[in-house]
């Protein structure tokens, strides 16, 4: 852990217990040149303490990068309470977390994530300086961000979304609401996920094709959006993927960044998932700042960073994970050089 938070320049790592309540917790806060951090507190038994750490800093990190080209005023930041969120003592743990979130005095601010919903935000709002994810759901505006991301892949390959084939792994809060609009644009959607209330739910209200679970990923289909868990795109999935065009909303979908150069080779337009999944960010931010005018504007935007990536891409041979990460270090940097000693 000590040279994982020198190396990839974290600024702390928080290690919470409280045995009485039985809580075992990370707060990760990776940057905060741009503002607090913010990010997800997410509720999961890890297989080790590692894992959890791992996570809570991977994720962490993407958001310094996510709200970095989404032009959004905050860090950062991630926290995982490592307990199965089916605990009996749920609320006394997200109390004990809250706990500590507050002795970082605003320097990192909860969200939903995995394993939290917003009931819990209210909850651990009541600890803290400031929370998020209190005034509702973000997703659609994640979702209209991917849609725009999708449309920017789809103009790259000369295509439209009218005719395009989308399958989308995953038909949850994100997945649904993507699905809803790719199919009101005219294209014509497939999906799958592994609760098949959600998929009968999509079938009936959109015409969805539904796939096999196993399938999804390696349809044979112009467009593949993960929209469901972290590291789905593995080794295996790249060298099989038929779709030329893979963007979605799931974090961290590649399973390791050096995927993204194998994407290239294989000419396969990817927007990285921080890029496309800023909307969520965005509506967490107007809320935070009581600034709702303008959101779905910004939110649309998405696809003027979606498309410079694709084009620096396309002209300096370099995967666009590559570019995407050197152009929010960019937007980092830039502000530290100017912002005054704190
Ligand atoms: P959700 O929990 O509402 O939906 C996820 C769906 O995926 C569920 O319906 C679940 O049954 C399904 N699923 C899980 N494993 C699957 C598998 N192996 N195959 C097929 N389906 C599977 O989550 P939500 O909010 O829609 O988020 C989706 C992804 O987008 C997550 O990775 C999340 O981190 C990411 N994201 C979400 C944002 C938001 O605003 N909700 C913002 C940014 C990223």
Redesign the pocket.
Known sequence: ILDDFTNRDFEQIVLCRDPEAGLESVIAVHDTTLGPSLGGVRMRAYPTRADAVADAMNLAQAMTYKAALAGVALGGGKSVINVDPRVANRDEILVAHAKYIASLGGRYIPGV??GTSVRDLELIGRHVPVASSQRG???Y??ARGVVRSIEVALEAADRAVAGARVAI???????LHAARMLAQAGAQVFG????PQ?VRRAVDEIDLVAVD?DD?LLADVDVVAP????G?IDERVVAGLRASILV????N?LSHDALARDLRERNIIHVP?FVA?A???L?VEAEIHDAEDGLTERVDAIADTARDILARSASTQADTVSVALAMAREVVENKRKHRPYF
């Open positions: 994530d995995m759901d973000p997703s505006f994640t792994q995953g038909l949850g809060n994100v997945g799958a996920d592994i609760d959600r679970l999804v929209c469901a868990g972290g789905v979605g909303a799931a974090n979908m998932d999944n909307g969520g960010l509506a």
